[in-house]
């Protein structure tokens, strides 16, 4: 009697080559890289392609700035403030910019207390760079009045070029609003690694796998990479 033969059909298939062999992979399981959350290629995909929309707006500012026949304002004088009743260039931008690198610094020591699975540790750390970001929303708040109290708007500015209040809301108000969506955020994986959420797998919004703390590394890509598209806007529109 002829033994049974196993229905199996993974040999004769034909194996996919090239790109279509990445979609294969990545279609073919819940995680393509067994030691890698889906959270972390996801994250890297959002960023690259804010990347581009931060580098679009870049782009055209130096464009505008260069094709403008109107002078285009000093921004050492404009961002100005006066400090005991001298004019000091550009310090409330030079203290916004401390407070948001500070913050890559305890972001980083979060993500490696996470790790450590050192639960107020990383609260804290997260609270404190939490607090960094909100602090820098709130100087460019100020810095947003104190503009449009001098008369600047998206269509004009009493300085020069009219197109410097559009750059500067746009650009300036695209990445703010990166920042405090990045607050919220970091607020509320502070308040589920306090509560032992991650350690529990405790169902519900950003949880990640049990004992993990990847959440918060994902968070560090995100936070990091503010931090880093603020140092070209620094370089870019108030020291050029």
Known sequence: MTPPVANSTAGSLPQPE?????????????????????????????LVSDTFIFGSF???YMTVRKSTTVPWPNPSEVFSLTLFGKSVPLLLIA??????????????????FGYRRDRVKTFVLL????????????????EWTKLILEG???????????????????????HGTHVTIGVIFLIIVAMKVLRGDLDKQRPGFLTGRKGNYE?????GLYWHFVDLVWVFIFAFFYLW
């Open 58 to 60: 870049l782009i055209s």
């Open 18 to 46: 090239g790109l279509q062999s990445i979609v294969a992979d990545l279609s073919s399981d819940q995680r393509a890289f067994k030691n890698v959350p889906w959270g972390k290629p996801m994250m890297w995909i959002f």
């Open 152 to 174: 600047v708007r998206p269509w004009s500015n009493p300085w020069g070029a009219a197109q410097f209040g559009s750059s500067f809301f746009m650009i300036t108000g695209f």
């Open 215 to 219: 959440i918060v590394e994902i968070m």
């Open 95 to 112: 203290i916004m910019t401390f407070v948001l690198i500070s913050s890559s610094g305890t972001m980083a020591l979060a993500v490696n």
């Open 127 to 142: 609270l404190m760079t939490a607090a960094m970001g909100a602090t820098f929303v709130g100087m460019q708040a100020f």
